[in-house]
């Protein structure tokens, strides 16, 4: 069986080689779109291609249909080979690296001969680089910090891609009757936005063979460390999964342990020696007598310490203990409080399914309402809206609510902040809709007080409702906008504006310290999915993460709001 996520691979190498040849933006497109939507298929591929219904695949057209049942039947594509011998594997690889496309890794290699990320380095620490027809210091510059990010990324994982993994394993596990208890630990149960290693934690009586099904998982590409308590595996994806096996009564306290933050646990271990108490990974123990009094539970552990449950995205040392002595601790929102998804795009953009296909999974997912918001004009690559399609969007819209039932499609749009602060899409259309998202696409080398102004102006204006993805960082790819921040999220409570939380695996934006200082700040926050199809409406699952990391309750978040609530929540159409 050839799995979706190798397909997928393969269609995005293609459209990384195209790029470099600069050939076709719209046959590259379609590239990463079917890339795109293979990785995210709930079901697998190959089994659609044995039905001859991979036409029933969004994206996937006659000449790519061919080249699936290819890779099916022959495991390789003839195409994709003749392809990857035009061009140096260490080429592609420089498109990984922030702020290189293209044209600068073609430039690189055609000019310099540069082929790997370490020739690259090197050259731009000699000064090589600003020599080239287009670049200079400051892009030169740019480069090597783009460098560091790149080896930052090798070492961490996004929640997104370590969470399904670890899953899968857990699941695998569960099915083993020696398993009694089994749970994620560390920064992954913290549901922190990048991810080190994988921590597993397991009860059983019987560790030898628990780790016997460890090092021999599907998920094991090569077994690190290997004892009866404690191994270690490296996946197919190099992610390091760290096991330990413990006994049933002692589950609480390695959970409490291995959850972290270090700095959660080396205060929690303070507080009980000041009350005769010591806490490691086996239990609580009275220092007088070493008595066990504790070990089985977590929340037996937080009881005995007198501190009510600390859910663990807040076991950080970031004021917990405090908040948890008082009594306040919040009563985090959960996935289940959100009532819709205000953040949306469909094909009449960059996305793959209709307004019609999204309503109605979005309505299946138990949402009141949802906002399509596709991109603006601005964003040609995105075949973005114009004034005249918005319009003809917006009646569209009208007739579909007309004719569904049970959830309501608010219109809207995610219209583009220009670089001088202006939108593209004029105040008298703006009004037409539900609700205004604005986001900035371009410009994003602009000096802090051009990108906060632009900011500025746009919240400023009495039908933006919404600032999405406020510092437009892409985690491991593209360092945030010089921006800041804390004056957004003041300018924010002044003109009434919400800050999304764009709940993209990739975005995560604001985190969750920008959104839990804009809840102190009494700004209110969204949560968009940003879905470009039906798939990924499952990523509201990572804006909630980071809202419960930013301490949010319901009352912070405007999509917990019932639609009636939600309209009198957003500005005032003048
Ligand atoms: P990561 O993997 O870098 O995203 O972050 P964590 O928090 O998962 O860290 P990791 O995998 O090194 O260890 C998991 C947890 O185990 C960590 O959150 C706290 C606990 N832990 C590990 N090493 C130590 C240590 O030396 N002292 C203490 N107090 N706790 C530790
Ligand atoms: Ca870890
Ligand atoms: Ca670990």
């Not at 307004?355 to 991109?375: C, F, N, R, S, W």
């Not at 409702?465 to 921040?485: K, L, M, N």
């Not at 300018?491 to 939380?501: C, D, K, N, S, Y």
Request: hydrophobic share 40%.
């Amino acid at each position: 069986m050839v799995k979706n996520a190798e397909l997928a691979e393969v269609f995005a190498d293609i459209a990384r080689i195209l790029k470099i040849k600069d050939e076709n933006v719209f046959k590259i497109r379609a590239y990463e779109r079917v890339a795109d939507t293979l990785e995210n298929l709930p079901m697998e591929a190959e089994t659609l291609y044995r039905l001859g219904k991979l036409n029933e695949i969004p994206g996937v057209g006659e000449a790519i249909a061919q080249k699936i049942g290819e890779l099916v039947e022959t495991g390789r594509l003839e195409y994709y080979e003749k392809l990857k011998k035009s061009i140096p594997a260490g080429v592609l690889e420089l498109l990984n690296v922030p702020d290189i496309g293209p044209r600068k890794a073609k430039l690189f290699y055609e000019e310099l001969g540069i082929s790997s990320v370490e020739q690259l380095e090197k050259a731009a620490l000699q000064h090589k680089l600003q020599k080239l027809s287009g670049m200079g210091k400051k892009a030169e510059e740019n480069i090597l910090r783009g460098i560091e990010l790149y080896k930052r990324r090798e070492q961490r994982f996004l929640l997104g891609t370590a969470l399904p993994i670890a899953e899968e394993i857990v699941s695998e596990f569960k099915s083993l009757g020696e398993v009694e208890k089994i749970s994620i630990a560390g920064s992954l149960r913290r549901r922190k936005d990048t991810i080190g290693d994988i921590d597993l934690l397991i009860a059983s009586e019987n560790p030898g063979k628990i780790m016997d099904k460890f090092i021999h998982l599907p998920q094991a590409k090569e077994v690190l460390a290997e004892g009866l308590t404690k191994s270690a595996i490296l996946t197919h994806k190099d992610m390091q999964v760290d096991l330990r096996v413990v006994s049933s009564d002692s589950f609480g306290a390695a959970l409490l342990y291995f959850t972290g933050s270090q700095s959660h646990n080396v205060h929690l271990r303070e507080m009980a020696v000041k009350q005769g108490l010591k806490i490691n990974e086996y239990g609580v123990f009275q220092t007088k007598d070493d008595k066990k009094i504790a070990g089985e539970e977590e929340e037996e552990i937080y009881r005995i310490l007198g501190l009510p449950y600390i859910m663990p995205e807040l076991r950080e040392d970031r004021g917990e203990f405090a908040a948890a002595h008082n009594n306040k601790l919040p009563d985090l929102v959960k996935l289940n409080d959100i009532q819709g998804d205000l953040h949306i795009h469909t094909v009449d953009s960059d996305g793959i399914n209709t307004i019609e296909e999204m309503a109605v999974a979005a309505k299946l997912k138990g949402y009141q309402y949802i906002a399509i918001t596709d991109h603006s004009q601005s964003l040609h690559i995105a075949g973005g809206l114009d004034e005249q399609r918005l319009i003809e969007q917006i009646n569209r819209i009208d007739k579909i609510n007309k004719n569904m039932k049970g959830i309501t499609v608010l219109k809207g749009i995610e219209v583009d902040i220009k670089s001088d602060g202006s939108l593209d899409i004029s105040d008298h259309i703006l009004k037409e809709l539900d609700i205004v998202i604005a986001a900035i696409h371009s410009g994003l080398k602009q000096k802090k007080e051009q990108i906060t102004e632009r900011l500025r102006k746009a919240m400023e204006n009495p039908f933006v409702d919404i600032i999405a993805h406020p510092t437009g960082r892409i985690i491991g790819y593209r360092e945030a906008y010089d921006v800041d921040i804390q004056e957004i999220i003041g300018l924010a409570a002044l003109t009434g504006t919400v800050l999304e939380i764009n709940s993209s695996p990739e975005r995560m934006d604001l985190n969750d310290v920008y959104a839990r200082s804009a809840k102190e700040q009494g700004v209110l926050l969204s949560l968009g999915s940003d879905a470009h199809q039906i798939t990924t409406l499952e990523n509201m699952f990572y804006g909630v993460a980071v809202a419960r990391r930013g301490w949010l309750e319901k009352t912070n978040i405007l999509n917990c709001l019932s639609l009636l609530e939600l309209k009198k929540g957003l500005k005032k159409r003048q």
